[in-house]
């Protein structure tokens, strides 16, 4: 998989050996919106510092570019809990940066 493209908006996130690509494309973020709520909404909740780590999991796993079956929900999740919030924040700020401005 390529490296990320700040370029696109898109941020890497490691899990296990792997660098993977967050991409907030047009998809990716309407699946986060269903199942999340309104992206506003998560985005004061990430302001206010509310986010619960199941809605960090859920965005991140929406917006993995190029996902495969190898590739667990659980995986991305202990991924984060691994690394640490202080670790992911940046990829969190990219996106969340993304769904405000747009490209």
Do not use: K, Y
Request: hydrophobic share 55%; aromatic share 4%.
């Amino acid at each position: 998989m390529s490296a990320a493209n700040a370029l696109r908006g898109e941020a890497a996130l490691r899990v296990g050996a792997r660098s993977l690509v967050l991409r907030p494309s047009f998809a990716a973020l309407v699946a986060a919106e269903e199942e999340l709520g309104p992206l506003f909404a998560l985005v004061e909740r990430a302001a206010d510092g509310r986010l619960a780590l199941g809605e960090l999991a859920a965005l991140f796993w929406h917006c993995v570019r190029g996902r495969d079956e190898t590739l667990t929900r659980e995986a991305v999740g202990e991924a984060l809990v691994e690394q640490g919030l202080a670790a992911v924040t940046p990829a969190l700020r990219v996106l969340l940066g993304q769904i405000l401005q747009g490209r």
